[in-house]
């Protein structure tokens, strides 16, 4: 049985940082592609970043480029999501996200990750 549990998410003042963690157990973790999602209210649950089972490819969706970093420590069963120069529109629940193993495919599909994690609030007030 596949668990994912995210922490490191609260309030922040814009232009601030947060650190997301997302622990992984039930699986061999380094076979798997892992990603961050996440919702805002009223909004569809969007990509932000995945990364690759070596750690080596990365991806992230055009509106955190630049801002956020993606890595991963396999021997910890860990992923991350550093969040820096965050901004009132980075407000959502962010979850973390984890593929069938050996997935090839493309890694902002949602549709691709069918094992996901509780959510943990992020807010950036003004």
């Known amino acids: 049985q596949v668990q994912l549990v995210e922490s490191g998410g609260g309030l922040v003042q814009a232009g601030g940082s947060l650190r997301l963690s997302c622990v992984a157990s039930?699986?061999?973790?380094?076979?798997?592609?892992v990603g961050w999602f996440r919702q805002a209210p009223g909004k569809e649950r969007e990509f932000v970043a995945a990364i690759s089972m070596t750690g080596g490819s990365t991806d992230y969706a055009d509106s955190v480029k630049g801002r956020f970093t993606i890595s991963r420590d396999s021997s910890k069963n860990t992923l991350y999501l550093q969040m820096n120069s965050l901004k009132t529109e980075d407000t959502a629940v962010y979850y973390c996200?984890?593929?069938?193993?050996?997935?090839?495919?493309?890694?902002?599909?949602?549709?691709?990750?069918?094992?996901w994690g509780q959510g943990t609030q992020v807010t950036v007030s003004s």
């Open positions: 996200a984890m593929t069938p193993p050996y997935y090839g495919g493309t890694y902002n599909d949602r549709a691709a990750y069918p094992y």
């Open positions: 039930g699986r061999i973790f380094s076979i798997h592609v």
